[in-house]
């Protein structure tokens, strides 16, 4: 389609304008306190897939803070998952106490 408009000669823009179709602006965030759509999926995905893997470091003693760190994710991510994994007791804050 370009190489026809231009061997007349024209733009797309300048075909667009004469035709009277809208120009879409590009949608600029200027304050962006929450996450796109695109950043929630992957955040998503990359907790489904490293679920075990904030177990084990966890386990390991390092802190949600710093597994989140390791991950690109937020603490609050890593914290939800570890009380889905029902790391945090009822009785407080605090790492599970040793079975062994």
């Known amino acids: ?10 733009t797309k823009d300048y075909v667009q304008n004469a035709l009277g179709v ?4 590009p949608t600029v965030v200027k304050d962006k306190n929450y996450l796109a759509v695109e950043d929630q999926k992957r955040i ?8 075990k893997f904030i177990i084990a470091r966890y386990r390991e003693g390092l802190s949600p803070k710093q597994v ?20 945090f007791n009822s ?6 106490r040793s079975r062994i």
Do not use: F, N
Not at 91 to 96: A, E
């Open 22 to 25: 809208p120009v879409e602006e």
């Open 44 to 51: 998503r995905l990359r907790l489904k897939k490293y679920g």
């Open 68 to 87: 989140a760190l390791l991950l690109g994710v937020s603490e609050e991510s890593v914290r939800s998952r570890l009380r889905k994994a029902k790391l």
């Open 1 to 10: 389609m370009d190489s026809i408009l231009t061997k007349l000669g024209l």
């Open 91 to 96: 009785s407080g804050p605090g790492r599970p």
